[in-house]
């Protein structure tokens, strides 16, 4: 059992990605406390917003794979393609939720001001679920950035 946890904790893609993943979530708590000159909490673990911490997660494994393993390993290949998935995914279909939640909440608080509150037993949809193209890149650059940082400067 100790060996499992031995090599779980040495993972260099494992804590690249988790590095990725907590440095982007910081960045967009500050950014957004910074924007909205309030400090909230969910920006740490919420969806959306910029930069994209998926994009930084997924982005900084492939990094890592590529910088420990080479480009023409199968983990740099798995870890890409998973990168590649995830940010298109991010841009499309999760954005275009995103863009529905809101226009669905704005049609809910319509519907709430014509005097019928009991529309729908739901509570607001959330509208951070996506990412704009922008995001996303930032996202990339970022974990990019952590995977460097971390196999030049700690491993």
């Not at 960045?27 to 994209?52: A, F, H, Q």
């Not at 910088?67 to 995830?86: C, K, N, P, Q, W």
Request: with cysteine; glycine share 10%; hydrophobic share 50%.
């Amino acid at each position: 059992m100790a060996e499992f946890f031995q090599e779980l904790f040495s993972n260099r893609v494992l804590i690249a990605g988790i590095a990725g993943w907590f440095v982007a979530q910081t960045l967009k708590m500050i950014l957004y406390s910074v924007i909205n000159r309030t400090l909230n909490w969910e920006r740490m673990i919420g969806d959306g917003g910029m930069p994209s911490a998926h994009s930084a997660t997924v982005s900084s494994m492939a990094m890592s794979s590529a910088l420990i393993y080479g480009v023409g390993s199968f983990e740099f290949a798995v870890t890409t393609m998973l990168a590649t998935i995830v940010m298109h995914d991010a841009m499309g279909v999760r954005w275009e939720t995103g863009k529905q939640a809101k226009i669905l909440n704005e049609m809910l608080a319509l519907f709430e001001e014509l005097g019928k509150p009991q529309v729908s037993a739901e509570k607001k949809l959330k509208e951070f679920v996506g990412h704009t193209p922008l995001q996303v890149l930032c996202g990339m650059l970022l974990g990019i950035l952590v995977a460097l940082g971390l196999y030049f400067w700690v491993y």
